[in-house]
């Protein structure tokens, strides 16, 4: 059990929002629980969670490919899925995996190379494997536009259906513009309509590696910004530029209903201090030696300004979580907005400890140990005041 009793709080006063006259609003946050490592289990590589509405905690685990499950108050429960290719087992658990809750299923998308090809479905009420959903539309080919792309996102919806983003790699449009789709499926796996809703993909940049086996280094570095698209439990869809903070939504079938915005003025970019820090944290080490500096040094479509916008999501109250980028590169200044849009927060949080998801009044972290070292999930409880 890994139940933290303490009165610490991790107390951020927001930066000038006004309530109630001249009062001030604040949030607190008051860490409870870790769910990772513990004498019963080892969790590996944290690369997805989701919590249930119980408050049951599952963590997709890279290194053993499979799926942990924690009860809401530390203890382990068990595992499921393992390593393989049969129903309910999974060919990779990656970054790219994504874990979805609906009613009482759970949705945990398959990799197979860059994007997942299946997803498996299990119980919420005793945890069994219950069947494997088809990503990979059989009639994709009726369908044009979708040549060169496969499924990444799978989002279940209230009709039984599924709405399902279609990308292409980065190495198929490089420096091109490509364009995220948004088709609905049925539960075969066929495409029934789309696509609904477009997004434009990511920009990348490319520098060719001359090594001893040459290679095209392809990178999306966080300064280009991307689109942003999450649903809230009615099934409205909230999407993004990150490039401004304008939030539009759109119903269930791609159609527009209005838009939230507010001021933000966007960090300036600067490309020295911008080699300078990833040079520091060693950014991008993945890509090779000093490549991601080369790639960033010999660009020529480096923006003037940053992003104005990291992350966002809709938590289970239907609120709205929006990470911005200011100029500390130590935290993100995090708005919680009410449906309409109206500020209720602001609060300033370490971009180390990347907040994942918000359920049951509670914001669940991935954070490193500091005595093992090892990746960890963290609920805080929050605490508002009105």
Same mark, same amino acid.
């Given at each position: 059990?890994? *139940?933290?009793?303490?009165?610490?709080?991790?107390? *951020?006063?927001?930066?000038?929002?006004?309530?109630?006259?001249?009062?001030?609003?604040?949030?607190?946050?008051?860490?409870?629980?870790?769910?990772?490592?513990?004498?019963?289990?080892?969790?590996? =590589?944290? @690369?997805?969670?989701?919590?249930?509405?119980?408050? /049951?905690?599952?963590?997709?685990?890279?290194?053993?490919?499979? &799926?942990?499950?924690?009860?809401?108050?530390?203890?382990?429960? /068990?595992?499921?899925?393992?390593?393989?290719?049969?129903?309910?087992?999974?060919?990779?658990?990656?970054?790219?995996?994504?874990?979805? &809750?609906?009613?009482?299923?759970?949705?945990?998308?398959?990799?197979?190379?860059?994007?997942?090809?299946?997803?498996?479905?299990?119980?919420?009420?005793?945890?069994?494997?219950?069947?494997?959903?088809?990503?990979?539309?059989?009639? $994709?080919?009726? +369908?044009? #536009?979708?040549?060169?792309? !496969?499924?990444?996102?799978?989002?279940?919806?209230?009709?039984?259906?599924?709405?399902?983003? +279609?990308?292409?790699?980065?190495?198929? +449009?490089?420096?091109?513009?490509?364009?995220?789709? !948004? %088709?609905?499926?049925?539960?075969?796996?066929?495409?029934?309509?789309?696509? &609904?809703?477009?997004?434009?993909?990511?920009?990348?940049?490319?520098?060719?590696?001359?090594?001893?086996?040459?290679?095209?280094?392809?990178?999306?570095?966080?300064?280009?910004?991307?689109?942003?698209?999450?649903?809230?439990?009615?099934?409205?869809? !909230?999407? *993004?530029?990150?490039?401004?903070?304008?939030?539009?939504? +759109?119903?269930?079938?791609?159609?527009?209903?209005?838009?939230?915005?507010?001021?933000?003025?966007?960090?300036?970019?600067?490309?020295?201090?911008?080699?300078?820090?990833?040079?520091?944290?060693?950014?991008? %080490?993945? *890509?090779?030696?000093?490549?991601?500096?080369?790639?960033?040094?010999?660009?020529?479509?480096?923006?003037?300004?940053?992003?104005?916008?990291?992350?966002?999501?809709?938590? =289970?109250?239907?609120?709205?979580?929006?990470?911005?980028?200011?100029?500390?590169?130590?935290?993100?200044?995090?708005?919680?907005?009410?449906?309409?849009?109206?500020?209720?927060?602001?609060? #300033?949080?370490?971009?180390?400890?990347? &907040?994942?998801?918000? $359920?049951?009044?509670?914001? %669940? @972290?991935?954070? #490193?140990?500091?005595?093992?070292?090892?990746?960890?999930?963290?609920? !805080?409880?929050?605490?508002?005041?009105?």
């Amino acid at each position: 059990m890994r *139940l933290i009793i303490t009165s610490f709080l991790v107390s *951020l006063l927001l930066t000038g929002l006004p309530k109630k006259g001249n009062e001030y609003s604040d949030v607190q946050f008051q860490k409870q629980v870790e769910f990772g490592t513990n004498n019963e289990i080892i969790v590996g =590589d944290v @690369t997805a969670l989701s919590v249930d509405a119980k408050g /049951q905690v599952f963590i997709a685990d890279g290194t053993q490919t499979t &799926i942990h499950i924690f009860s809401p108050d530390g203890t382990y429960i /068990q595992s499921m899925g393992r390593e393989g290719k049969g129903p309910g087992e999974f060919s990779a658990i990656t970054f790219n995996t994504s874990i979805e &809750i609906h009613q009482d299923k759970l949705f945990i998308t398959d990799t197979q190379t860059f994007f997942p090809h299946r997803a498996h479905v299990f119980s919420l009420q005793d945890f069994s494997f219950d069947y494997t959903l088809k990503l990979l539309a059989e009639n $994709r080919g009726d +369908y044009e #536009e979708l040549k060169g792309h !496969y499924p990444k996102r799978v989002i279940p919806q209230k009709d039984g259906t599924f709405l399902v983003s +279609y990308h292409k790699t980065p190495h198929q +449009y490089k420096d091109s513009t490509s364009y995220i789709k !948004y %088709y609905v499926q049925d539960i075969f796996g066929k495409i029934v309509s789309g696509p &609904i809703f477009k997004q434009k993909d990511r920009t990348n940049l490319t520098y060719l590696v001359k090594d001893e086996y040459p290679y095209i280094a392809i990178h999306s570095f966080p300064f280009f910004g991307k689109t942003i698209l999450d649903i809230s439990e009615d099934e409205y869809l !909230y999407a *993004l530029k990150s490039k401004e903070f304008k939030i539009d939504i +759109y119903d269930s079938n791609g159609g527009y209903l209005r838009s939230i915005e507010h001021k933000f003025e966007n960090r300036i970019f600067s490309k020295s201090k911008v080699l300078d820090r990833y040079k520091e944290t060693d950014y991008g %080490y993945n *890509l090779g030696d000093g490549v991601a500096l080369k790639m960033i040094e010999q660009a020529e479509n480096l923006p003037e300004i940053w992003p104005a916008i990291d992350h966002m999501f809709i938590d =289970d109250e239907n609120r709205i979580w929006v990470s911005t980028i200011v100029d500390n590169d130590e935290v993100y200044e995090w708005w919680i907005l009410d449906n309409s849009g109206e500020l209720i927060h602001k609060f #300033e949080w370490p971009r180390n400890q990347p &907040i994942q998801t918000v $359920r049951n009044n509670k914001l %669940y @972290t991935i954070e #490193e140990n500091p005595k093992t070292f090892e990746k960890e999930v963290v609920q !805080y409880q929050i605490l508002m005041n009105e």
